[in-house]
């Protein structure tokens, strides 16, 4: 195997764009500005990608999610291989082991993806994860790259990759957005580097509803339950090491991941965290937030960049799709706290105080009425992150299709069973 790794980035926010030289086959790329924030500098905003018309192939009340896990991932082909990395790594050759699934039939026409992975990067290892779809009309796509990553910063920079749109799709983040819906796909792994190593990965197809407001649910089994989640603000966190995602203001994600990592007793040791200052409330955040940074994006709310962190302190886990807070409910009555993406504007999720086109919090139980009970890094400090937010409002938020189509972070020990599901975990 004879592989070249084309890469393009973004300069530092404020900078001007410019193009990436690349290779001796003259290819060009050029760095694009991509899904900037709005409102509060929170977190994440879910920018959407419009090639020609994105058909919505699911005019109905709940989304189409399936949920494909590979545990099998043994590379076979092999080959060498340089690359520039365009963010101050220089340019190295890698030895390369290459995995390729078999193409999984998705059961329905979809017109996201998103995959996942747990894998280990000793220094000197990186991974590359790459998808490939089968139209309706049974055309190929081609590779689209869904992210370079590696769990330190020795040996490349971590990156989602921005303008590999075509006719077929796009990349946003670390989604892929279909333009010809999607009936089949072929997950790629390439490992860079001796003693790299993925344990598993998954891959989320999912056809998201489109209607504007969600039917509330009826309260289910964990009513009045609650799961003893550690409370961390990202708040407190507020001009702490800006070249990740302009500091902790911005840090809602690295929060909610270090607070599950935290109620799994997991995460960096002492000698990880020597290099964050004195006095600093919870430096487990902000190492988060430097193993979760994303360079193209320029933010830490990567989705399957923060599952992968996780993953690293010996947890498992996907990015996937709920279709209700009864399915969430099944997760916490199993013990298991769930990491949640939602928008929206302070009225429309009363208690919380604020605006925003992304944001991550977690869900550690329900009142006796079925109203959610969320740890929201968003809080000013740990003492008032813990939230209760009504039920109708935090499900509208969080499942309708113009916020994030109900995007859940599912991470847990290996050694806990998940609850039975509807084939989306």
Avoid at 5 to 22: D, F, H, I
Avoid at 49 to 69: F, K, N, W
Avoid at 264 to 292: F, I, K, N, T
């Amino acid at each position: 195997m004879n592989v070249t790794a084309y890469t393009t980035g973004l300069p530092s926010r404020g900078s001007p764009v410019r193009p990436w030289e690349l290779d001796s086959h003259g290819v060009t790329l050029r760095a694009h500005p991509c899904h900037r924030y709005v409102n509060l500098p929170m977190c994440r905003g879910r920018g959407k990608t419009t090639i020609g018309s994105v058909v919505t192939v699911l005019p109905a009340d709940l989304s189409r999610v399936v949920l494909h896990r590979f545990t099998a991932v043994r590379p076979g082909e092999r080959g060498v291989t340089g690359y520039l990395d365009p963010f101050g790594n220089g340019s190295g050759t890698f030895s390369c082991a290459r995995w390729e699934s078999e193409e999984r039939e998705i059961g329905f026409a979809a017109t996201e993806l998103v995959p996942s992975w747990a894998a280990v990067t000793p220094p000197g290892t990186w991974i590359e994860v790459a998808l490939c779809g089968r139209t309706e009309s049974g055309t190929l796509t081609k590779w689209y790259i869904m992210g370079r990553w590696a769990s330190g910063e020795e040996t490349i920079h971590r990156t989602s990759l921005p303008g590999q749109g075509d006719d077929d799709g796009d990349v946003a983040v670390d989604t892929f957005v279909a333009a010809r819906p999607i009936v089949a796909y072929r997950l790629r792994l390439t490992l860079y580097g001796e003693g790299a190593r993925v344990m598993s990965a998954s891959v989320m197809a999912s056809a998201v509803a489109s209607q504007p407001g969600v039917t509330r649910s009826a309260p289910g089994a964990a009513a009045g339950m609650e799961l003893a989640v550690p409370r961390r603000s990202q708040k407190t966190h507020a001009g702490h090491y800006p070249q990740w995602d302009g500091g902790g203001a911005s840090w809602c994600s690295p929060a909610a991941v270090t607070m599950v990592l935290e109620f799994w007793d997991r995460g960096p040791d002492p000698a990880e965290l020597s290099w964050v200052a004195p006095g600093d409330p919870c430096p487990a955040v902000d190492h988060a937030a430097r193993r979760m940074y994303d360079h193209s994006y320029q933010g830490t709310g990567n989705w399957p960049f923060g599952v992968a962190y996780a993953c690293v302190y010996g947890l498992t886990g996907v990015v996937t799709r709920l279709r209700s807070l009864a399915e969430l409910e099944r997760l916490v009555q199993a013990g298991i706290p769930v990491i949640t993406s939602q928008s929206f504007r302070d009225h429309e999720l009363p208690g919380s105080g604020y605006s925003t086109s992304g944001h991550i919090m977690v869900v550690i139980g329900f009142t006796g009425d079925g109203d959610v009970i969320a740890n929201d890094p968003a809080a000013p400090d740990d003492e008032s992150v813990r939230r209760v937010y009504p039920r109708a409002a935090f499900e509208n938020v969080w499942l309708r299709g113009s916020s994030s189509g109900g995007i859940v972070y599912v991470v847990h020990p290996p050694e806990i069973s998940l609850p039975p599901s509807d084939g989306n975990w």
